[in-house]
């Protein structure tokens, strides 16, 4: 997700170390779902891809407070949630402690086989995608799945605009994402991107929901300037409803270790 005024460093939306990005979702952690409307749209959305037949053990990385976790109920293996934040890692257990909640980073997963491995709202800040799939497959059983969502290219367009050289940061499109599952062996059984369009009282509303889920742990903007940028955002971005609109493109894969 974009970031106020931080020049992006290299390919990805990984544009600070990952110290920083668990500092600020550990931040976020106590409010996450009070902001998180975005997030569990897609959680939403993805979960309408789970698989009929169920078995084996499931991994989910970056599970956040559990939004999606919450989806995979009943899986007869049993559920492993994930996060890199303990903060999260603690709030997701309060809310689904039904699951088996770890501390992980997405590029060293806990030792499989895994039957599936999901992953929601969180791949968007990965900075090496091969690198990270390359480590999934390695742990899935010959025949598992990797299903999971994102936020991909043609995000925020609104936000970019209004902060130009400010640094808006890059994103990969859903072609990249599927070449990354590729290059690593994992073939793409379906994949699907939507455009999505979420309304907000103002435009600090909406940067608040950005920082409310901690997707903004970056400030550099100097107050006057940000001010600037909000009323010109208000003024440019109106929706038909009132308040202003924000742009999602949601993107969703399952792709499989063949057997």
């Given at each position: 997700?974009?970031?106020?005024?931080?020049?992006?460093?290299?390919?990805?939306?990984?544009?600070?170390?990952?110290?920083?990005?668990?500092?600020s979702f550990a931040k976020a952690a106590p409010h996450y779902a009070r902001y998180a409307r975005v997030q569990t749209a897609l959680a939403d959305w993805l979960a309408e891809w789970l698989p009929r037949e169920r078995a084996g053990r499931a991994l989910e990385v970056g599970a956040g407070p559990g939004g999606f976790t919450a989806h995979l109920a009943g899986w007869p293996g049993g559920v492993t949630a994930t996060d890199l934040s303990t903060a999260m890692v603690a709030a997701g257990r309060a809310s689904v402690p039904w699951a088996d909640w770890r501390t992980m980073a997405a590029e060293r997963p806990l030792p499989g086989p895994w039957a599936a491995i999901f992953s929601c709202a969180m791949l968007q800040w990965v900075a090496e995608p091969e690198q990270v799939f390359a480590a999934w497959r390695a742990q899935l059983a010959p025949g598992g799945r990797v299903v999971g969502a994102l936020f991909a290219d043609g995000s925020l367009p609104e936000w970019r605009e209004i902060a130009q050289d400010d640094g808006s940061l890059p994103w990969r499109t859903p072609g990249e994402w599927?070449?990354?599952?590729?290059?690593?062996?994992?073939?793409?059984v379906r994949d699907e991107a939507v455009t999505r369009v979420f309304p907000h009282p103002t435009a600090r509303d909406f940067l608040r929901s950005l920082h409310g889920v901690g997707a903004a742990p970056v400030r550099r903007l100097a107050?006057?300037?940000?001010?600037?940028?909000?009323?010109?955002?208000?003024?440019?971005?109106?929706?038909?409803?009132?308040g202003v609109r924000a742009t999602w493109v949601f993107y969703r894969f399952e792709a499989e270790r063949p057997g």
């Open positions: 997700m974009d970031q106020m005024g931080e020049k992006p460093a290299g390919r990805g939306n990984l544009s600070m170390p990952l110290a920083g990005l668990e500092k599927r070449a990354a599952l590729a290059q690593t062996g994992l073939r793409v107050p006057g300037a940000l001010r600037g940028k909000l009323r010109r955002y208000d003024a440019r971005f109106a929706a038909p409803g009132g």
